[in-house]
Nanobody, 128 residues
Framework: QVQLVESGGGSVQTGGSLRLSCGTS??????MGWFRQAIGKELEGVAT????????GYANSVKGRFTISRDNAKNTVYLQMNSLKPEDTAMYYC???????????????????????WGQGTQVTVSS
């Protein structure tokens, strides 16, 4: 399994920005994704990236506001979150897929599509 360490969560007001970071212990990841879970809700996909194919995916609720990127030199994946809304409040998790089974997740945003390593989560709270 890949070790993942997230950072960058916090509390902001509506309209604010945060950047989440996810450091990985290996270069051998095929896909990376950010997922979130709000209290009382299911885990949902936020953004996914398949660098080998030059592909990214976003949940409809965050399109145009969030950007996922990967810095290969730093072995880190980022989630830039702008124009944050109270409904973005959740625990955010970074996940890695180390086989091509994760590639369908770029479009499906399903956490069950091939992600075999998960971080501990970082809390994002957006107040109105």
């Amino acid at each position: 399994q890949v070790q993942l360490v997230e950072s960058g969560g916090g509390s902001v007001q509506t309209g604010g920005s945060l950047r989440l970071s996810c450091g990985t212990s290996t270069y051998s990841t095929v896909c990376m994704g950010w997922f979130r879970q709000a209290i009382g809700k299911e885990l949902e996909g936020v953004a996914t990236i398949y660098p080998g194919g030059g592909l990214t995916g976003y949940a409809n609720s965050v399109k145009g506001r969030f950007t996922i990127s990967r810095d290969n030199a730093k072995n880190t994946v980022y989630l830039q979150m702008n124009s944050l809304k109270p409904e973005d409040t959740a625990m955010y998790y970074c996940a890695a897929g180390t086989s091509t089974r994760c590639i369908p997740s770029i479009a499906s945003m399903r956490p069950s599509d091939g992600y075999d390593s998960w971080g501990q989560g970082t809390q994002v709270t957006v107040s109105s």
